[in-house]
């Protein structure tokens, strides 16, 4: 069985990039991704597989995307107004 891996949204690696799309776990609460080791899938933006745990910092052509979900409309309309 592979080790699992929890990591923090934040992080930027594949596995906790919106357009990547492998199998994972997330845990939008505690902002958390849970992986293996050995886990990978296919990036959207460059259409090519890619390593869950790949460091993408360095990559020009990667455009790491945070999990974290947009804000609602009625979220951004009540923000908006408060401004």
């Known amino acids: 069985m592979a080790e699992k891996l929890i990591l ?3 992080v930027k690696v594949c596995a906790t990039c919106s357009f990547w799309d492998g199998e994972r776990q997330v845990d939008a609460e ?3 991704v849970v992986v293996s080791e050995e886990c990978s899938g296919e990036c ?3 259409e090519k597989n890619k390593p ?3 460091d ?3 990559e ?3 455009l790491w995307e945070d999990l974290e979900p947009d804000s ?3 979220d951004r309309a009540a ?3 408060a401004a």
């Open 52 to 54: 869950g745990l790949h």
């Open 79 to 81: 923000e908006n107004k």
């Open 60 to 62: 020009r052509s990667c």
């Open 56 to 58: 993408v910092r360095q």
């Open 72 to 74: 609602p409309p009625e």
């Open 8 to 10: 923090p949204t934040e």
């Open 30 to 32: 505690m902002k958390l």
């Open 44 to 46: 959207l933006v460059q």
